[in-house]
Each structure stands twice: as structure tokens, then as C-alpha cells.
DNA sequence: CGTTGAATG
DNA sequence: CATTGAACG
């Protein structure tokens, strides 16, 4: 029963404001506690971190603020927001002067990205400029001083691939849109990219060559943005550790404790032009971080122009 | 990301299952763990049920089945099970060996009843004899000795009042129904009856006269209820306790914390044909037992026909 | 397994 | 405010 009744309610004080508490002993349901473990970022050096959320919201209640202030990036990119509009107060102004919030118009509480700087940047654009393929909030362009950030929730192809082809013309739209940034300026293209590129960069190659992330097409088709028409691209991560296997998954299902057994992927990645290789002073897989989100932080050291060789 | 993924669980131990406890100190979020308020039914006594459940499921986390081992009726008479098959193994076929469900074919997870009985009845049936209104499982007869048992779970009229009219319909089916009854034997008409029949049965009347469950329409169709045509049928809670305000209210909305506010409604009914209103030996209240359920338990004392008057 | 929004009460 | 099932991942 019930319906209705909003005469019930008429003149009634509002409820108390419940108070959620993160555990002091941390689970795998939350992100740490103690941030001891993060270092200061090397001298001359910006700090640029990607991390999937699967929802800003639900994250915030399982400490990501508390990780923001600890990791202290330079700028943040942030996909599977699911949030319908901008979060104006989620970081501050002071601490972000710079925020960009791309929500999906086709579906609510679905997809979405954000990114706050420090910095400001030049310029900044929401979708592609010649394709109208991105109608789900998956995509922020960022112009800096000496490169191009492009950051990305690249679409998952779907059980049994349902999604596949939309997906395939989303990378195309892609290529297409790095290759016009690159006139210009190098590029840093980050995010959930939805592929494992290699068999190393999933815990379970062989049962998944028909799984979303995982199928040849997509595999091939990340092979193809990797190259580039001017100047290769590179994956930053691999190109740094080459070896590294399962400290290398930026995700892990919550399905059948995926995380405790280490069965993860490698999905979210920075890929930089060529050019702006030599100023990659690290890539840093946060995974002592998990909790928040089925995904975890990344993190790019970019040397200052000055600073580089 | 993740979708598909099924191949990283192929051989994985099940999760080892998760425990749901209750606080020990009672919130208004679950059944009390005290019953010792609960006293013996008076000698020669049935006791008689009916009990809105708002998801059986979800009163199971809430203590449903402590508190109907602490009350043990003779007979159970549950509504708005939300379940969409027969839970077999719910309570024992020992403690209740005749068990009756009818689930919604119309809508999934919405609406349901279910009678549990340790008296074997002589006949059950589901929905209306004549009539095909009942398509959401709201309607279980049984034929005992000396009465029909009437469980029902009666359609709200909705927001806006949407449904007001269906609601009138299944009003005039179960006239017709309680009418073909009483051909043969009183009835005992209960359940959540989705009204508040009189201003005494709600807390509000003035702010209600257009909410479901407080038009004139639905308190006037309940009243022609009442009357029936051989004989009247009489209201026993309001029958034995024609005073009684907040303490009669069975139903509490969870919004704006109207059980600590006492703002609540008389929506749960025990309606005796008259021949049967000498054996009601009380009815009582049982809102001491809210928090599985936005209602509360309602139980009827029947004497046995020999012990009648 | 966990998140969302829509429907219902 | 609470519950459900559908969609998505």
C-alpha cells in the first residue's frame, strides 16, 4: 500500500541525514584507508591519472574522494561516471579550477566522463568533431600547451558481441580523430579502452577469443590506432613493462572474487604519440586501490617540456 | 567493463555464503527478537493471520520467520509475497502441511498471496469463479468445516488514482464472490483490503480524501460490502474496539518516519459474515511487530463451533 | 556481483 | 523509503 500519501508527509522535519562509515579494516568493498604508499611525483614532472569509477556516486561512498586527496593529480580522468550532470561540488574549485563533465544524453545514468585539471587547458571538446557516434558521454578533448589529452570510455562490445560493430565504427571514428589532433600536437590518448591487446593482458586468453575486450576485432583494431599514419603510438604501460602480467590488470569482475584470485584485464591504458615518448616518466598501475570500482587507477608521470631529454 | 566474462568463473569454488544478520538491538528495520509478549490463544481457539508481507523475500532478511514461529497460527494468510513461484521450502510441511500460493502471471515479482494451514481444508481455490480479474494472484478461498476463508490482497487504486476504476471492479467481483459463498457458509473475509473504511482509521483524513485507499468511492464500495444481503457482515477489529485511533492502524508508510510519528492507516481487515461473529473471541493488532513489512500482523481468535455460544 | 532507473506501493 | 525486475557491464 502507500502510492500517494505525500499528505502524510506535509509538514514533517526532514529525517536525519545518514552518515555513511567505511569500515576501519579495509575490504576488497572499499579503497584504502592509508595512502602511505604514494610517493611525491618526481621533480618537473605533472601527474595524470585515468580511472573508471563504474559510478561516481557509489564510489564516493567507498572513499574516492579520500583517494583524490591522497593521489593529488594534476589531472583527473574519470569514465563510467553515470552521472546525469555535473557533480558541481563533488572536488573542489580550488583544488580542480578546471572540470568538464560529458554525460550521456541517450541513456540516464549510463556511460559518462569527466576530467579535472589544474591546469587550464587551451581548448576543450566534448565528442567527436565529424561523427555523431558518441551520443553517451564517452569522450573529452583536452588541448594543453604541447599535447592533445583525449580521454575515453571506449564502448564494450557487448554480451555476445551484440555492440561489436557499433564499437568497431567508434574506433574508426577514433583513428580519424587522433590523426587530425596530431596535425597539431602530440597526442595522450587515456582511458577504459575496452581491449586486452595482448594475451598477456588478460589472466584467461584462451576461454575468452569471444568475449567482449578480447575478440580479434577489437585486438586488431587497438594493433591499427597503435600505429598511426605520421609517427607510431604507444602504450605507455606495456612499453615500460614489458613483462608485466597479472600486475598489469586495471580490472577485475566482481563475479567469482575475481580480484582475490587475481583474474583481471588490462583495459585502461595511455597511449602517447610517439613524439612525446621521451617525456613519460612512468606509468603507475594503482591496483592496491581497488575497491571503489571494478577498475582501478592508472597514473602517467609526464615530464615538463623543459625537463625533457 | 566485463559483460560476458562467464569464462573466467568456469572453475572457480562457489563463494562461500554470505549471512545475513540482524542487529540485536531492535532498529524499526526488523522484526523484534522478543516475543514474549505473545501469549497462548484463549482455550479452544483458533488463531488466524493475515499479514501484508511487502516481499516475502525481503521479511525473511527481517525476521518474518522468528516471529511466525513465535506466533504459530493455526492459519497464515500472507499478501504481496512478490513471489513468482511457491517458495517450498519456506516453513515446514510439517508445522503447515497444506500450503497454497498464488503468484502473479500478469507482472513478475508484484503482488502475490499465500495461506499456510495446519487444518486441512476441504476445498481451495484461486481468483474468481466467475470472473478473470484476478490475474495477479490476489485472491485464495478455502472451504473449511464451518466456514469459507476469503484471503485477499485487494488492488490499489494507485497514484493519481489510475486504477481506481479496475479497483471498483474487483470490489463488484468480490460482492458477487462473498454472495456465492454464503450460499453455503459464513465467510471470513481477510487481508489487506487496500481502505480505510471511516476518519478513525487513518491520521490524516483531511489531506487523504484523494489518495488511494481514502476516496469516497472505495470507502463506499467497502461499506456495500459490509452490508451483503442474507446478512450483514461485520468489521471485528472495529466491532470489538469502536474507539480505537493509532493503535488500530496496520499499515505505517516508510517515508518521513511516519511509524515513529504514528502516522498510519487501517488497511488490514478480519470481515466475519454475521452468523460467525459470535465465535470471534478477539481481534488483535500486532504492531508491536512492524519492521519486516510497511503493514503489521492482524490476528483473529475463532472458537470452535462447539465452544461457540 | 554491482550499478542504474522505472514501476509500484 | 523500499522492493522488484531489466539492462548493462
Not at 580519424?176 to 588478460?202: F, M, Q, R, W
Request: with cysteine.
Amino acid at each position: 500500500m502507500a502510492v500517494k500519501r505525500a499528505a502524510d508527509t506535509a509538514a514533517e522535519p526532514a529525517a536525519a541525514k545518514k552518515v555513511l562509515m567505511r569500515p576501519a579494516v579495509p575490504t576488497n568493498k572499499t579503497m584504502p584507508t592509508d595512502y602511505s604508499f604514494i610517493e611525491p611525483a618526481p621533480a618537473g614532472c605533472r601527474k595524470i591519472v585515468s580511472f573508471n569509477v563504474n559510478s561516481l556516486a557509489a564510489a564516493c561512498k567507498k572513499g574516492f574522494k579520500e583517494y583524490v586527496a591522497a593521489e593529488d593529480p594534476d589531472i583527473l580522468c574519470l569514465q563510467e561516471t553515470k552521472a546525469n550532470q555535473p557533480m558541481a561540488f563533488l572536488l573542489s574549485k580550488k583544488q580542480y579550477p578546471h572540470q568538464f563533465w560529458h554525460c550521456s544524453r541517450a541513456k540516464k545514468g549510463y556511460s559518462g566522463t569527466a576530467i579535472f585539471s589544474k591546469i587550464k587547458p587551451l581548448r576543450s571538446q566534448y565528442g567527436f568533431e565529424t561523427s555523431t557516434i558518441d551520443d553517451e558521454g564517452r569522450l573529452i578533448t583536452l588541448e594543453f600547451e604541447s599535447f592533445h589529452l583525449v580521454a575515453c570510455y571506449v564502448p564494450n562490445a557487448g554480451e555476445k558481441l551484440v555492440r561489436l560493430d557499433r564499437r568497431m565504427r567508434w574506433d574508426d571514428a577514433m583513428r580519424a580523430h587522433l590523426e587530425e589532433l596530431e596535425k597539431s600536437k602530440p597526442v595522450i590518448y587515456t582511458g577504459d579502452l575496452n581491449v586486452a591487446h595482448c594475451e598477456i593482458d588478460l589472466a584467461r586468453p584462451d576461454s575468452n577469443h569471444r568475449s567482449a575486450g578480447f575478440t580479434d576485432e577489437e585486438r586488431g583494431s587497438f594493433s591499427k590506432t597503435l600505429q598511426g599514419s605520421a609517427f607510431p603510438r604507444i602504450d605507455a604501460f606495456r612499453h615500460l613493462h614489458p613483462d608485466a602480467r597479472a600486475d598489469a590488470y586495471t580490472y577485475f569482475g566482481y563475479r567469482a572474487n575475481c580480484r582475490e584470485k587475481s583474474v583481471g584485464w588490462r583495459l585502461d591504458y595511455f597511449v602517447v604519440s610517439q613524439p612525446l615518448l621521451s617525456r613519460v616518466a612512468g606509468v603507475i598501475n594503482r591496483n592496491q586501490c581497488y575497491g571503489a570500482s571494478d577498475h582501478v587507477p592508472l597514473l602517467l608521470y609526464l615530464r615538463d617540456k623543459d625537463h625533457s631529454a
